[in-house]
């Protein structure tokens, strides 16, 4: 883990009285905000098969790849489609925690050593990389967190978004790289 308290600090805007404050308090602060948001949520994430890291976990990934909240349940059922599909699916293929594994914070493209590096446990593009990475890659706003624990259900496996945000969640495969081929012939294709 790069860096333990990633994912867990809520982001927020935070005011101090004192100008001295130390940073351990200013984490305090962030974590116990934290857990006033996710005791909002108790119920749900006790029931959950997910551990409260898992679902961390998956929440961040979710709040870096889909910037429109409108979307983040739609991609939160596309990834949960996958890790319940294992076999058809064994990775998420998530762009996000690969640009992660990398220290890639640009988002300026991954090189093929980048997208095959098997010994980053972040890189979920990586085959041999099952399931969800070995932590948070960033603190989620609270939509990604309930979007995590309320996903929508459909049959989706793949998405991609346009250079607007607009969501496509596809099926399978071909139909991803259909929607990709469009948006590139259209101009509106934002990697």
């Known amino acids: 883990i790069y860096y333990p308290l990633e994912g867990y600090l809520f982001p927020n805007t935070y005011r101090f009285t004192n100008k001295d404050v130390t940073v351990k308090e200013?984490?305090?602060?962030?974590?116990?905000?934290?857990?006033?948001?996710?005791?909002?949520?108790?119920?749900?994430?006790?029931?959950?098969?997910?551990?409260?890291?898992?679902?961390?976990?998956?929440?961040?990934?979710?709040?870096?790849?889909?910037?429109?909240?409108?979307?983040?349940?739609?991609?939160?059922?596309?990834?949960?489609?996958?890790?319940?599909?294992?076999?058809?699916?064994?990775?998420?293929?998530?762009?996000?925690?690969?640009?992660?594994?990398?220290?890639?914070?640009?988002?300026?493209?991954?090189?093929?050593?980048?997208?095959?590096?098997?010994?980053?446990?972040?890189?979920?593009?990586c085959n041999t990389n099952y399931g969800l990475p070995v932590g948070p890659i960033c603190n989620s706003s609270i939509e990604s967190i309930e979007a995590t624990l309320d996903p929508e259900e459909h049959i989706y496996y793949y998405f991609v978004t346009d250079c607007e945000g607009e969501l496509y969640p596809t099926k399978n495969s071909n139909e991803h790289t259909n929607i990709i081929n469009k948006l590139k012939r259209q101009g509106n294709w934002c990697p």
């Open 26 to 125: 200013i984490f305090k602060k962030m974590l116990d905000e934290m857990d006033k948001r996710l005791s909002k949520n108790k119920n749900k994430i006790e029931s959950s098969e997910y551990s409260i890291h898992e679902l961390i976990t998956l929440a961040s990934i979710i709040e870096l790849e889909v910037a429109e909240k409108e979307h983040r349940k739609t991609v939160a059922g596309i990834f949960y489609n996958r890790l319940n599909n294992p076999s058809a699916y064994p990775t998420l293929g998530s762009d996000a925690t690969t640009y992660y594994a990398a220290k890639i914070d640009d988002w300026s493209g991954l090189t093929y050593k980048e997208l095959n590096d098997c010994t980053n446990k972040y890189n979920t593009r």
